[in-house]
């Protein structure tokens, strides 16, 4: 994988950790911005734009929740890793439900969350060669996916999905005759990194169904989830 275009913003006040993981990052070929307070790291996101950030919780300032959040609110296509000492299940189910990417925990070994980081942005920072085709035609309509690049659109207006968010529509609107319990919604969207309630499904769904522009999540009361194909005209549905 070419990381050379990646840039990266870390977050971490403990110096030999940022001193050697940045060290690691540049050897691999990606631009990294080290800070150590978190307040920085936020003055540093409103002037810039990043693929992804890894954030250690406990810093100076305000913490990596705090940047975490700024992230998701502000900077949409910015991958976010927790990285941190706290391994209690509360910390990492409130990471994903701030919509981090992934939760590592320190210690970590460099060449692993370089393999983290790389996983991430395979799936958010896919380079394209051909125009996208709603560009190209100004005729799509209702909602559809741009796999490649991770997006969805509604009537050719982007929808602010987090990554986690993307993949439970995905998995919905592909497979629309099927109901997934969340224990298969997990699998597809952290693959088996997850760990904590099954419930972590519930709150993606609750803040995907506030994005979207048309009712099409259903609730299989006693399964799960399944994407509602009497919600929508299916001939305004695509995927690409």
Not at 192 to 213: C, F, Q, S, T, W
Not at 216 to 238: H, L, M, P, S
Request: aromatic share 10%.
């Amino acid at each position: 994988m070419n990381t050379t275009a990646y840039k990266v913003l870390f977050l971490e006040d403990e110096p030999t950790i940022r001193e050697v993981l940045t060290e690691y990052m540049l050897i691999s070929g990606y631009e990294v911005t080290a800070v150590e307070h978190g307040d920085t790291a936020i003055e540093l996101l409103k002037e810039h734009t990043y693929d992804i950030a890894v954030l250690d919780i406990m810093v100076p300032g305000v913490d990596g929740f705090a940047v975490l959040e700024y992230i998701q609110q502000h900077c949409g296509e910015t991958a976010a890793i927790m990285l941190t000492a706290l391994e209690d299940e509360k910390a990492q189910v409130r990471a994903f439900n701030a919509y981090a990417d992934d939760y590592v925990i320190k210690p970590v070994s460099p060449i692993i969350l370089l393999k983290r980081m790389e996983t991430i942005l395979r799936r958010t920072c896919r380079n394209h060669t051909e125009k996208d085709r709603q560009e190209e035609d100004g005729k799509q309509k209702g909602l559809y996916l741009k796999e490649e690049a991770y997006c969805a659109f509604y009537q050719d207006r982007k929808l602010p999905l987090t990554l986690s968010e993307y993949l439970l529509l995905q998995t919905l609107f592909k497979e629309p005759d099927r109901v997934f319990t969340r224990e298969q919604l997990i699998l597809r969207i952290f693959n088996e990194d997850y760990i904590g309630n099954d419930r972590i499904i519930d709150a993606h769904v609750k803040n995907l169904r506030k994005k979207l522009p048309i009712p099409c999540i259903r609730t299989v009361i006693g399964v799960g989830y399944q994407f509602d194909k009497e919600a929508t005209n299916q001939k305004e549905v695509w995927t690409q």
